[in-house]
């Protein structure tokens, strides 16, 4: 089955929008068969409030929230991550994508790194 992840990260002010970080994490994700979405992907120039729309659009139809690194020095990343505590999201750090991707136990690995990530804020 499908699963769309939501890829959460510092982009104002990073290197090149922090594009590289994003994209490596999209490729994960895309090449074991699923959705990668995130802002990125969408065409340079807007403002970042017209980002942030697209951005809580795409967080209302994805399943997972995957936090990049440095996400809550971002004030857009952090606003993402709240959206999706209150939209019910799994949210996973980077770190644990890998083992999500492989893992038979999927569900209950999300809901034990769900957990761990809120309470750590």
Known sequence: M?????????????????????????????????????TSLLPKGMSEPEYMKFAHAMLEVCDVVVLLPRWSMSEGATAEFYWAVKLGKKIIRKEHLQELLSTDRRDSLLESVTKEVIESI
Do not use: C
């Not at 992840?5 to 895309?30: R, T």
């Open 2 to 38: 499908l699963t769309k992840f939501y890829i959460a990260g510092p982009v104002s002010g990073q290197p090149d929008h922090n594009f590289e970080a994003f994209k490596s994490v999209a490729d994960l994700i895309s090449n074991s068969g699923n959705a990668a979405l995130y």
